[in-house]
C-alpha cells in the first residue's frame, strides 16, 4: 500500500532513525540528574523531601488548583479521589469504556461497579449527551443523590477521560452532572497540559488525576498527582495516602484505614526536572503534530487534530484509517518496518472483569475501537 509506505518513510525522515522507533519515549536533557544526585546527597529519598514539596506547588500552579498531592501512580490517585468524591461499597461510577483499563480498575477497587457510556466521535472522551441520555432513562434523583432506577444502585461518581490529551467537552458534561447531583472525578492522566476553554484539564472536576508513568509526556518513573480545588478534600487526600496518620512528635496514631501512596522525594525529584520542560515539550510535540498534519492532508489516512475551543498537550498523536482492515494492515506493515504504532484500547465491556456492566450502544465507541492508531509522538 503506497499510502503506508510513504508514512513509514515520512516517520523515520521525522525521527531522523532508520532503528526502531517507538511510540513514546522518555526525554531527560534538564536537571533531572541534578537533582536526582541532590536527593541522594540528602538522604530524604523516601515520601518526605523538598521535591515532594516542590512539586506539589509546581502542579498547583500548572492546574490552577488549590491544592495537589503527590502519590506513588496515576491508578491509585484515581482510587483515592474516588473515594473522597464520596465512591462507597456497592455504588456505580459512569465512565467510558473507551480507556486504559485503569480507569475502570480504580473504580472497581472501591467496590463499586462502572457504567460504560458513550464517547464522543470528536473528542474521543465521554460523551455529554450519551450521560444526557443514560440519566433520562434511568437516573432517579433522591435526597442524597442520583440513583440507577434499574439496579437501585447510586451513581456516586463520573469519570471523563480526556482520551490521548484531547478534552472532553465539559462545559456540557458539568451541566448535566450538576442537574444529576454526580460529582465529577477527571481522569487527567494523558492530558497534562492540555487546556478547555483556557483552562487546564484536572481542575475543572470536584477532583482530578494525573500520571508520571514512563510513556506519559512528563514521568517519574512511576508517579500521580491528585488535584482539586476543595482545600478540605486535598488535606483529606494527603492524610488519606500517608496511612492516615495524625500529626504527633513520636507515636504512630492512626484513626481510620489510610494507604501507603505518598510520592517518594526521588522520584519527585525526577518530576521537578521534567515539569520545568512541560511546555517546551508541548511546543515541540505541537510542531510535530503540524508536520503530520500537512502530511496526512489528503492522503486517506486522517490525522486527528485539536477540536474548537481547546489546546491540547498532543501526547500520543493518532491517525484514523478508513476501516477495521485499513487499520489491521497499516498496524502489520508499520510496525514490521521498526516504527512502532498501536491500536487504541479494547472497550473495557469486553475484558472479562467488566463483561457484566451495564452500557448504552458504544456506537462512537466501537467505530473508534476499530479505526484509531496511534503513531510515533515522542519530543525529538
Ligand atoms: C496512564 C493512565 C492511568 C494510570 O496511571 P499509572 O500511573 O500508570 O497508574 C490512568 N488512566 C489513564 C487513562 C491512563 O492513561
Request: hydrophobic fraction near 40%.
Amino acid at each position: 500500500m503506497k499510502h503506508i509506505e510513504n508514512t513509514i518513510s515520512f516517520i523515520k525522515d521525522l525521527y531522523g532513525a532508520d532503528a526502531f522507533i517507538p511510540l513514546h519515549a522518555p526525554n531527560f536533557s534538564g536537571n533531572e540528574k541534578e537533582y536526582l544526585l541532590n536527593t541522594i546527597d540528602s538522604t530524604f529519598v523516601s515520601s518526605v523531601g523538598k521535591y515532594v514539596d516542590e512539586f506539589e506547588e509546581k502542579m498547583q500552579s500548572i492546574t490552577a488548583a488549590a491544592k495537589a498531592i503527590a502519590v506513588v501512580n496515576g491508578t491509585a490517585a484515581l482510587q483515592v479521589a474516588l473515594r473522597l468524591a464520596g465512591v462507597q461499597s456497592g455504588d456505580e461510577v459512569i465512565t467510558q469504556a473507551l480507556t486504559f483499563v485503569a480507569t475502570a480498575n480504580a473504580i472497581a477497587y472501591n467496590n463499586a461497579t462502572p457504567i460504560f457510556l458513550d464517547v464522543d466521535l470528536d473528542t474521543m472522551g465521554l460523551s455529554p449527551k450519551a450521560v444526557e441520555n443514560f440519566l433520562e432513562e434511568y437516573g432517579e434523583l433522591r435526597e442524597d443523590g442520583c440513583y440507577n432506577k434499574k439496579t437501585g444502585k447510586k451513581i456516586a461518581a463520573c469519570v471523563p477521560m480526556h482520551t490521548f490529551g484531547f478534552p472532553v467537552h465539559m462545559d456540557e458534561l458539568i451541566a448535566v452532572c450538576e442537574k444529576w447531583k454526580i460529582p465529577i472525578v477527571e481522569d487527567a492522566a494523558e492530558s497534562l497540559g492540555s487546556e478547555y476553554k483556557g483552562k487546564p484539564t484536572g481542575s475543572l472536576g470536584k477532583l482530578g488525576v494525573f500520571s508520571f508513568n514512563g510513556n506519559k509526556i512528563v514521568t517519574c518513573g512511576g508517579g500521580g498527582a491528585i488535584v482539586t480545588n476543595d482545600e478540605d478534600l486535598g488535606t483529606r487526600a494527603k492524610y488519606l495516602t500517608t496511612t492516615a496518620k495524625k500529626p504527633h512528635p513520636y507515636e504512630y496514631v492512626h484513626d481510620m484505614l489510610g494507604y501507603n501512596y505518598r510520592m517518594p522525594n526521588l522520584n519527585a525529584a525526577l518530576a521537578c526536572a521534567q515539569l520545568e520542560q512541560l511546555d517546551g515539550f508541548i511546543s515541540k510535540k505541537r510542531e510535530i503534530a503540524l508536520a503530520y498534519k500537512s502530511f496526512f492532508n489528503g492522503s486517506g489516512i486522517k490525522f486527528r487534530t485539536e477540536t474548537p475551543d481547546t489546546n491540547v498537550n498532543y501526547w500520543l498523536m493518532c491517525v484514523e484509517l478508513e476501516n477495521k482492515k485499513e487499520r489491521n494492515l497499516f498496524l502489520e506493515e508499520t510496525n514490521a518496518n521498526s516504527v512502532m504504532t498501536r491500536p487504541i484500547w479494547q472497550l473495557m465491556f469486553r475484558l472479562p472483569m467488566y463483561e457484566h456492566c451495564q452500557k448504552d450502544t458504544q456506537e462512537n465507541a466501537i467505530y473508534l475501537e476499530e479505526r484509531i492508531v496511534n503513531i510515533p509522538s515522542s519530543v525529538r
